[in-house]
């Protein structure tokens, strides 16, 4: 609904450090976003402990800086306890403006320690359609929706259109791209687990793979950055704030892109200040920047082979040998400079630091180990520096925040409340989800993914009422009226039992009440209170988040007021991506420098990610069943031609635990 207040959106800085936070504020941030040492989508950054946000949020809220702390990550059955306890300390003490969530728990959370602050939805979430937006507004009482950063202007305004008005949302408009549709991506998680829904994600998408005779990394994408067309969003009035992605990027990089967007925001019609933002953007020592689909007439695809997807400015090259390893950079380098050698997963990477200035075309010889000299040709990567201007700037708020009093945060005597567990668990059963049709063993519940295109082709009557029907993991704005009418007539002919795989797909439901309603396993479902807020949004039951381990699969049921169910086998992707390399073939094998093999095959509006081995833990079946779980789901996938199955375990995390 529009409003009639002139925009002027909030710039959101990244803040991953205490200098970071301070360079935000040297900039004129008009909001910062940070983590805690727990629970952040980025604990590879330096975070902060309790302590250090009361003092920075102090100061932040002297120069009238709003400060957004992100709990944007997966919660464990056992972690409810000490998330209420941070939330109300947070809530006590510290007194931040809003949290950032994924998971629906911290929204109960909330409600339980009296949280003052707004409650902002992330792009973890993955609110991806309109009526999705509404959804999430409504039933959860979110003040702010994080949209995807897929989204083209046609479809950004489509959201906006749905945006209830008590409400606003908040767009990415420069940064780390993803490969994989945020929420959406377990290749981290399902190699070595680290989840990306917990913050720790390795970045596999970043590594070389090869396919046929050719190496490349096919899957890593540029840096998102809008730029010059942020001046179109100025015309969305609920569009109330743009983000800039980096919480684990340094100062420079802070202070250049938010002075940039200031410019494009403020003064983006005047030629000599347009410029100017470009000029902070290219030394802002981000990656090569991609408008992504933002233009729907004119898209960029975010991943080239051709293009240099290492972090940070590009400023020269290995060269030398043994005895004398140097560059000639392409830039003036200064004095504490941060230089990183190749890529992380390259021969000879390493973090150098420039010790005196070299001009433009000199010479900077490096000292490199030995036994890890980088090859010539290796490319060097300038990741952060120190420039005398924002130092000083930096150190003059050093000095404000030490002449504040240090403040001590008391422990909190937080207990959480826990649901009362629901009914006993019917009788337990099978489920084998397919895209087509095909017979199953006897017993087994057949279910069948939907597509925004079914309305086109229905299945005859029998066939809709006997399957379980499977909504697609994510739903873009141009599939959202065509799977409504696909929804709408396997209702009519008799349609009762589906899988959401996401808590705002209610929405294609004029009521739950009547329906079977079951949220999937990409909602990503892992402890109670996120079980109750599906129990009160009106589903029925609840197969629960993949990643977990042992132990908290136990845990579950103990205090669940729903059915549950869980994946014990088949095909679960790596990742599902709006994009593909063109350099990439679907349906071939590709094949990582470890040897892990998978393929890519679009569905819908994207492209699934697969590994060639699958997720198998049916010999755990008759110890979740007396643990209390009802419903058993097999995943298969048609293999393309040319790839074979790899025997090997696929527990995932079942024995080492989700990190």
Same mark, same amino acid.
């Given at each position: 609904?529009?409003?009639?207040?002139?925009?002027?959106?909030?710039?959101?800085?990244?803040?991953?450090?205490?200098?970071?936070?301070?360079?935000?504020?040297?900039?004129?941030?008009?909001?910062?976003?940070?983590?805690?040492? @727990?629970?952040?989508?980025?604990?590879?950054? #330096?975070?902060?402990?309790?302590?250090?946000?009361?003092?920075?949020?102090?100061?932040?809220?002297?120069?009238?800086?709003?400060?957004?702390?992100?709990?944007?990550?997966?919660?464990?059955?056992?972690? !409810?306890?000490?998330?209420?306890?941070?939330? #109300?300390?947070?809530?006590?003490?510290?007194?931040?403006?809003?949290?950032?969530?994924?998971? !629906?728990?911290?929204?109960?959370?909330?409600?339980?320690?009296?949280?003052?602050?707004?409650?902002?939805?992330?792009?973890?979430?993955?609110?991806?359609?309109?009526?999705?937006?509404?959804?999430?507004?409504?039933?959860?009482?979110?003040?702010?929706?994080?949209?995807?950063?897929?989204?083209?202007?046609?479809?950004?305004?489509?959201?906006?259109?749905?945006?209830?008005?008590?409400?606003?949302?908040?767009?990415?408009?420069?940064?780390?791209?993803?490969?994989?549709?945020?929420?959406?991506?377990?290749?981290?998680?399902?190699?070595?687990?680290?989840?990306?829904?917990?913050?720790?994600?390795?970045?596999?998408?970043?590594?070389?793979?090869?396919?046929?005779?050719?190496?490349?990394?096919?899957?890593?994408?540029?840096?998102?950055?809008?730029?010059?067309?942020?001046?179109?969003?100025?015309?969305?009035?609920?569009?109330?704030?743009?983000?800039?992605?980096?919480?684990?990027?340094?100062?420079?990089?802070?202070?250049?892109?938010?002075?940039?967007?200031?410019?494009?925001?403020?003064?983006?019609?005047?030629?000599?200040?347009?410029?100017?933002?470009?000029?902070?953007?290219?030394?802002?020592?981000?990656?090569?920047?991609?408008?992504?689909?933002?233009?729907?007439?004119?898209?960029?695809?975010?991943?080239?082979?051709?293009?240099?997807?290492?972090?940070?400015?590009?400023?020269?090259?290995?060269?030398?040998?043994?005895?004398?390893?140097?560059?000639?950079?392409?830039?003036?380098?200064?004095?504490? #400079?941060?230089?990183?050698?190749?890529?992380?997963?390259? !021969?000879?990477?390493?973090?150098?630091?420039?010790?005196?200035?070299?001009?433009?075309?000199?010479?900077?010889?490096?000292?490199?180990?030995?036994?890890?000299?980088?090859?010539?040709?290796?490319?060097?990567?300038?990741?952060?520096?120190?420039?005398?201007?924002?130092?000083?700037?930096?150190?003059?708020?050093?000095?404000?925040?030490?002449?504040?009093?240090?403040?001590?945060?008391?422990?909190?005597?937080?207990?959480?409340?826990?649901?009362?567990?629901?009914?006993?668990?019917?009788?337990?059963?099978?489920?084998?989800?397919?895209?087509?049709?095909?017979?199953?063993?006897?017993?087994?519940?057949?279910?069948?993914?939907?597509?925004?295109?079914?309305?086109?082709?229905?299945?005859?009557?029998?066939?809709?009422?006997?399957?379980?029907?499977?909504?697609?993991?994510?739903?873009?704005?141009?599939?959202?009226?065509?799977?409504?009418?696909?929804?709408?007539?396997?209702?009519?002919?008799?349609?009762?039992?589906?899988?959401?795989?996401?808590?705002?797909?209610?929405?294609?439901?004029?009521?739950?009440?009547?329906?079977?309603?079951?949220?999937?396993?990409?909602?990503?479902?892992?402890?109670?209170?996120?079980?109750?807020?599906?129990?009160?949004?009106?589903?029925?039951?609840?197969?629960?988040?993949?990643?977990?381990?042992?132990?908290?699969?136990?845990?579950?049921?103990?205090?669940?007021?729903?059915?549950?169910?869980?994946?014990?086998?088949?095909?679960?992707?790596?990742?599902?991506?709006?994009?593909?390399?063109?350099?990439?073939?679907?349906?071939?094998?590709?094949?990582?420098?470890?040897?892990?093999?998978?393929?890519?095959?679009?569905?819908?509006?994207?492209?699934?990610?697969?590994?060639?081995?699958?997720? #198998?833990?049916?010999?755990?079946?008759?110890? !979740?069943?007396?643990?209390?779980? @009802?419903?058993?789901?097999?995943?298969?996938?048609?293999?393309?031609?040319?790839?074979?199955?790899?025997?090997?375990?696929?527990?995932?995390?079942?024995?080492?635990?989700?990190?």
């Amino acid at each position: 609904m529009q409003n009639n207040t002139k925009p002027h959106p909030l710039i959101l800085a990244p803040a991953g450090s205490k200098v970071s936070f301070l360079a935000a504020l040297a900039a004129g941030a008009d909001a910062v976003y940070c983590g805690l040492k @727990s629970f952040s989508a980025r604990m590879e950054a #330096d975070n902060f402990t309790m302590e250090e946000l009361a003092s920075l949020v102090g100061l932040a809220h002297g120069k009238g800086t709003k400060v957004y702390i992100t709990l944007n990550s997966l919660v464990k059955p056992g972690e !409810l306890e000490m998330c209420g306890k941070l939330l #109300d300390q947070l809530n006590s003490q510290v007194k931040p403006d809003a949290i950032i969530i994924q998971d !629906l728990a911290f929204a109960a959370l909330a409600r339980q320690t009296g949280f003052a602050g707004e409650i902002h939805l992330s792009t973890l979430a993955n609110v991806s359609f309109p009526e999705g937006v509404k959804k999430a507004v409504k039933d959860h009482g979110v003040k702010k929706v994080v949209i995807p950063r897929e989204l083209n202007i046609d479809e950004i305004k489509a959201m906006s259109a749905a945006c209830p008005e008590d409400a606003s949302l908040e767009i990415f408009l420069h940064g780390a791209l993803c490969y994989g549709v945020s929420g959406r991506c377990y290749w981290s998680s399902y190699l070595g687990g680290k989840s990306g829904l917990r913050g720790r994600c390795v970045q596999p998408c970043r590594r070389v793979y090869s396919q046929k005779n050719q190496s490349e990394r096919f899957f890593s994408c540029q840096d998102l950055s809008v730029d010059v067309l942020a001046k179109v969003l100025l015309t969305i009035p609920e569009i109330s704030t743009w983000k800039i992605e980096g919480r684990k990027k340094g100062p420079h990089y802070v202070y250049y892109t938010v002075s940039a967007y200031k410019l494009l925001r403020d003064h983006g019609n005047e030629p000599e200040m347009k410029r100017r933002a470009l000029s902070y953007l290219e030394q802002a020592l981000g990656r090569h920047g991609t408008h992504y689909n933002f233009l729907p007439q004119r898209p960029q695809p975010p991943v080239s082979v051709k293009t240099h997807t290492g972090s940070g400015m590009l400023v020269g090259t290995i060269k030398g040998g043994k005895q004398k390893t140097f560059i000639i950079p392409r830039e003036n380098l200064l004095a504490g #400079d941060l230089l990183r050698i190749g890529y992380e997963d390259s !021969l000879g990477h390493s973090i150098s630091k420039v010790t005196k200035s070299v001009p433009k075309k000199g010479r900077l010889y490096l000292k490199v180990p030995s036994k890890n000299i980088p090859l010539n040709g290796t490319p060097v990567f300038l990741i952060d520096r120190r420039e005398k201007g924002l130092s000083d700037l930096i150190r003059g708020l050093e000095k404000e925040l030490a002449r504040r009093d240090p403040i001590l945060v008391k422990p909190s005597d937080f207990t959480v409340r826990l649901p009362k567990k629901g009914r006993k668990p019917a009788k337990p059963v099978e489920m084998v989800v397919r895209r087509k049709a095909g017979r199953g063993k006897a017993g087994q519940i057949p279910g069948l993914w939907m597509s925004a295109s079914d309305s086109e082709h229905l299945p005859k009557k029998n066939t809709i009422r006997g399957n379980w029907w499977w909504l697609p993991p994510v739903v873009w704005p141009d599939d959202e009226q065509k799977l409504r009418e696909s929804i709408g007539s396997f209702i009519k002919r008799g349609g009762r039992n589906f899988v959401l795989n996401a808590p705002w797909q209610t929405a294609f439901f004029p009521k739950t009440k009547g329906f079977n309603l079951w949220a999937g396993p990409f909602c990503n479902i892992a402890n109670p209170l996120s079980i109750k807020a599906m129990s009160d949004a009106g589903f029925s039951g609840v197969i629960v988040s993949p990643e977990l381990g042992s132990e908290d699969y136990y845990k579950l049921p103990k205090h669940s007021p729903l059915p549950l169910g869980i994946v014990i086998s088949g095909n679960w992707p790596f990742c599902i991506s709006r994009t593909v390399s063109e350099d990439i073939k679907t349906s071939k094998a590709f094949t990582s420098p470890r040897g892990e093999k998978g393929w890519v095959k679009k569905y819908f509006s994207d492209y699934w990610v697969y590994p060639n081995w699958i997720l #198998d833990i049916k010999k755990q079946r008759e110890v !979740l069943m007396k643990a209390g779980y @009802s419903l058993f789901v097999h995943m298969e996938e048609h293999l393309p031609k040319g790839v074979q199955l790899k025997q090997r375990p696929g527990k995932w995390n079942w024995d080492v635990g989700l990190r």
